[in-house]
DNA sequence: ACCCATTCATTGGTCGGCCAAGGTAATCTG
DNA sequence: CAGATTACCTTGGCCGACCAATGAATGGGT
């Protein structure tokens, strides 16, 4: 600790040692944000609105806390998500019939466009990701996540499950 | 619109269809995140300062832009997490007498404090995602992330490259 | 019928993260 | 040595995301 010069350019912080997948990860997964943002910006959408544009894609009108639920989100972050879409134009809402208290949730003709685009986005994310690995790589990254995924889901705010495939109410 | 109930309770949109790794990876790193925030809270930090502080710990007074470079992140991003850490103790910061108008960083004693806490919550955090992993398979999984890194790293910020070991100035 | 617990959504606050602009200091030119 | 260009940081604005607290409507007990 003299008048040494650390250099630092440890590519890896050394206190992280004991995780080194969830650095990994991390650092992926930023990276893949990142450049998911860029291309979406081009769309005229932030990152993190495509998922809620899919969901919404597939669903038709839907009840807030739906969405909520199959998203994982805090109802606070869709409630403003959902405030800027529909500001943009992407998506309507209005009061539902059953249940005074709900909101439905829709995609507007101009939300369902964008559905060429991000999935484009999308795919093209995907192949730039996997760029050099092999279909047995790409199956065995896929399980790998899924086994994460499994462990982690105990505790975090499961995201998307479906236990019941049944009529909903 | 007529009266049909889409259920929709599908777990992945089908919009991503053309992206399952993509998908698998955001999700996956979003219950990372949150497991981590859970736990980074009772140390009294937010997720994403922790590798700042590593960052830290291994290398004394650094200039910011340093810090900047290393963490792949923008630089107000960084200006202000090292003013709300410097408010909270964790972090002094100091001109730099060779260039004026950098900024030196260094972590204080309270900052340092937290190494053994965060460590513990990292590597927490890796057994916990790797449950039920065999070595083989997280090396495997290690392996496979880093190549998607590089493959990211192309177009995203970069973050965290040492080219040149060398003495700096 | 009544009250109480639950559900649904919103607001306000905080943080991490980005971008765009700006100001100051160093450095590279001519 | 003057002028333009770069590097370093800060500010302000925006968005995604969390938590905590609130209000409104529903539903269940007794």
Request: hydrophobic share 35%; glycine share 12%; charged share 20%.
């Given at each position: 600790?003299?008048?040494?010069?650390?250099?630092?350019?440890?590519?890896?912080?050394?206190?992280?040692?004991?995780?080194?997948?969830?650095?990994?990860?991390?650092?992926?997964?930023?990276?893949?944000?990142?450049?998911?943002?860029?291309?979406l910006k081009e769309l005229g959408l932030y990152p993190g609105q495509e998922m809620m544009m899919m969901r919404l894609w597939?669903?038709?009108?839907?009840?807030?806390?739906?969405?909520?639920?199959?998203?994982?989100?805090?109802?606070?972050t869709v409630?403003?998500?959902?405030?800027r879409l529909e500001q943009c134009g992407h998506v309507r809402r209005g009061p539902d019939p059953a249940d005074r208290r709900a909101v439905l949730v829709e995609a507007t003709d101009e939300g369902r466009s964008l559905r060429t685009?991000?999935?484009?986005?999308?795919?093209?994310?995907?192949?730039?990701?996997?760029?050099?690995?092999?279909?047995?790589?790409?199956?065995e990254l896929a399980r790998l996540l899924g086994l994460v995924a499994e462990n982690l889901r105990v505790e975090a705010g499961e995201a998307g499950?479906?236990?019941?495939?049944?009529?909903?109410?």
């Open positions: 600790m003299p008048g040494t010069d650390p250099v630092c350019t440890e590519t890896t912080p050394s206190a992280a040692r004991g995780g080194p997948v969830s650095i990994a990860l991390a650092r992926v997964a930023r990276m893949h944000r990142i450049a998911a943002g860029r291309r597939d669903c038709g009108p839907v009840r807030q806390s739906e969405l909520i639920q199959s998203l994982g989100l805090d109802a606070s409630t403003k998500m959902l405030q685009g991000v999935e484009g986005v999308w795919s093209d994310l995907e192949q730039l990701s996997l760029q050099g690995l092999g279909p047995d790589d790409r199956a499950e479906c236990p019941l495939p049944q009529g909903n109410r």
